[in-house]
């Protein structure tokens, strides 16, 4: 299968545009193969009904072009497993499908996973695992409350972890508000459920989210593995509290997202390191809700930019 050339809209944040180009250059240099025993994690947020325009820290994906992405998983052969078999595929507990595999992480709790994700997966029957803020069940509309919770996993296709408490980043935070945020959050789900919750995922996740005391109150507190937001691949021997996720959304159309798929993105992580650690990339407000509502309240985006318009010059590549 031969891939396009793509283009790319000088008025994309430098961010973005990096992030594509450095795709194309690794896919040209590597090419498609990502070589056998290795476990990706796409880690997706919301699943909107249309473009959200000015969402350049990449938190959405419309629902058409997710439908879109599953299907290419289809046709391409992946195995789609749960985030507890990707922790025991690493651990050596499991053995190694002979189908390359993929996992499907949705951080954040959003109602439309139910009303935009869940349809399609459950077609396909391909499982997945939601990280959830307990905090912020049913606070609002748009997130998912307790009944949609029993409702999915009921389903049997959809598994859960903990996402901290209230989505605080945990690394530097006092030893006792950390153990607060997991032990509540792993309580009230295992309480929810009736089931052991033993996966959890850093918020907001880079190297500048979690360090190892956090490990060590993640195993303290019952947890067996944890998943990051540094791009790349896990394989045989990973550290199954360092697990990585990469990152997919509106920017991801069938070019970018073979190239995921393939490692082409994996050289990321090397920009996380560099942004994380000097602060470059910090979160804005205070906590996810806040950034949400900045993406919402953006009519235009950068320079006056519809995201429609931006993801249409980004991603005309075609997988053929």
Not at 43 to 59: C, F, L, P, R, S
Not at 177 to 198: F, H
Request: aromatic residues 10%.
């Amino acid at each position: 299968m031969a891939l396009s050339s793509t283009t790319t809209n000088h008025r994309l944040p430098a961010k973005i545009r990096l992030r594509q180009m450095g795709g194309r250059l690794a896919f040209a240099i590597r090419g498609g193969d990502d070589g056998d025993r290795t476990v990706r994690v796409l880690n997706y947020h919301e699943i909107t009904d249309e473009q959200v325009a000015g969402d350049w820290d990449q938190m959405t994906t419309p629902k058409a072009l997710f439908a879109e992405q599953m299907e290419w998983l289809r046709g391409a052969g992946y195995r789609v497993i749960d985030a507890h078999e990707a922790v025991e595929l690493v651990a050596g507990t499991r053995p190694w499908p002979t189908e390359p595999v993929v996992v499907l992480t949705f951080d954040d709790g959003f109602r439309n996973y139910l009303t935009n994700a869940w349809p399609v997966l459950e077609r396909h029957g391909f499982p997945s695992t939601l990280f959830i803020p307990t905090h912020l069940v049913g606070q609002h509309n748009g997130r998912l409350d307790w009944s949609d919770i029993h409702h999915l996993a009921r389903s049997g296709l959809v598994s859960y972890g903990s996402h901290s408490a209230t989505h605080k980043k945990l690394r530097r935070l006092p030893v006792e508000t950390v153990q607060r945020e997991l032990q509540d959050s792993k309580r009230c789900l295992e309480e929810r459920l009736q089931r052991p919750v033993t996966l959890f995922a850093y918020p907001y996740g880079s190297y500048d989210a979690f360090d190892g005391s956090t490990i060590e109150a993640l195993k303290a507190t019952g947890f067996r593995g944890a998943f990051t937001t540094i791009a790349g691949a896990n394989r045989p021997g990973t550290d199954p509290f360092r697990l990585r996720r990469t990152r997919i959304s509106w920017v991801d159309g069938p070019a970018e997202f073979r190239m995921t798929l393939a490692g082409a993105f994996d050289w990321y992580a090397g920009y996380q390191w560099v942004t994380g650690w000097h602060g470059w990339c910090a979160p804005r407000g205070n906590g996810i809700v806040a950034d949400r509502a900045a993406v919402r309240g953006s009519p235009g985006g950068a320079g006056g930019v519809s995201a429609a318009s931006v993801r249409g010059s980004i991603s005309r590549a075609v997988v053929r």
